[in-house]
């Protein structure tokens, strides 16, 4: 009803319109849209100096810093984080993956019947000679003396994998979670490369971390 008042209001008014002037048309029109709509906003409600309205979603008590990332700068460019200032200390970590073989490939390496060799104890090599060579393939990461390397593999006849544990240690300015990371990547690879001729379906999985010690952030487990 408010609609169709409004358009006969305005029909009569178009009509009105035609027998005055351009100017007292455009005055008497203003009037009539605040009549119907209520003045409009003062300027200064519009002026572009206004502060703008910003919403905070930050929780009510929260006093932790903004996540922020080490390898990039205030400019949005990468680099690689200068460890002067740091203390020394022992830092360890521990990464693991998974390598699924399926039925077949799991027995032919359970039996080492793999025709390049012992599929676990190349990849076991080729996990620590990697994790020695991660500053050299990640390019940001800092070349860092290991104090040691360990790379398990053992065989999951439940799911037919080798399940791939690897450690790296030092004592220095900064963590080895790349280091350990790496050489349990790098054994999971030579186990795929190993076997690819008697399948090309293996998979590598579920490289993470699961745990480390020492530096500012302390201790962190998985579990």
């Given at each position: 009803?408010?609609?169709?008042?409004v358009?006969?209001?305005?029909?009569?008014?178009?009509?009105?319109?035609?027998?005055?002037?351009?100017?007292?048309?455009i005055?008497?029109?203003?009037?009539?849209?605040?009549s119907?709509?209520?003045?409009?906003?003062?300027?200064?409600?519009?002026?572009?100096?206004?502060?703008?309205?910003?919403?905070?979603?930050a929780?009510?008590?929260?006093?932790?810093?903004?996540?922020?990332?080490?390898?990039?700068?205030?400019s949005?460019?990468?680099k690689?984080?200068?460890?002067?200032?740091?203390e020394?200390s022992?830092?360890?970590?521990?990464?693991s993956?998974?390598?699924?073989?399926?039925?077949?490939?799991?027995?032919?390496?359970?039996?080492?019947?793999?025709?390049?060799?012992?599929?676990?104890?190349?990849?076991?090599?080729?996990?620590?000679?990697g994790a020695k060579q991660?500053?050299n393939l990640?390019?940001l990461?800092?070349?860092?003396g290991?104090?040691?390397?360990r790379?398990?593999?053992?065989?999951?006849?439940k799911?037919?994998?080798v399940?791939?544990?690897?450690?790296?240690?030092?004592?220095?300015?900064?963590?080895?979670?790349?280091?350990?990371?790496?050489?349990?990547?790098?054994?999971?690879?030579?186990?795929?490369?190993m076997?690819k001729?008697?399948?090309k379906?293996i998979?590598?999985?579920d490289?993470?971390?699961?745990?480390?010690?020492g530096?500012?952030?302390?201790?962190?487990?998985?579990?």
């Open positions: 009803m408010f609609l169709r008042s358009k006969s209001h305005h029909y009569i008014r178009r009509c009105f319109f035609s027998s005055i002037s351009h100017d007292a048309a005055t008497e029109l203003n009037k009539e849209m605040e119907i709509f209520g003045s409009p906003p003062s300027s200064s409600a519009l002026s572009s100096n206004a502060p703008p309205q910003v919403s905070t979603f929780s009510a008590g929260s006093k932790e810093d903004p996540v922020s990332l080490s390898h990039v700068d205030s949005g460019h990468a690689m984080v200068d460890v002067s200032a740091k020394e022992t830092r360890v970590a521990v990464a993956c998974r390598v699924l073989l399926g039925q077949k490939v799991f027995q032919l390496v359970a039996s080492n019947q793999i025709a390049k060799g012992d599929v676990l104890t190349v990849a076991k090599i080729a996990g620590i000679t991660t500053g990640i390019p990461c800092h070349n860092i290991l104090a040691h390397v790379v398990d593999l053992k065989l999951n006849e799911d037919h994998s399940e791939i544990e690897g450690e790296a240690a030092t004592a220095g300015k900064t963590g080895v979670e790349m280091e350990a990371m790496t050489a349990v990547t790098i054994a999971g690879l030579t186990v795929y490369d076997c001729a008697a399948s379906e998979c590598v999985t490289v993470r971390l699961e745990r480390k010690a530096g500012k952030s302390g201790y962190w487990s998985r579990e």
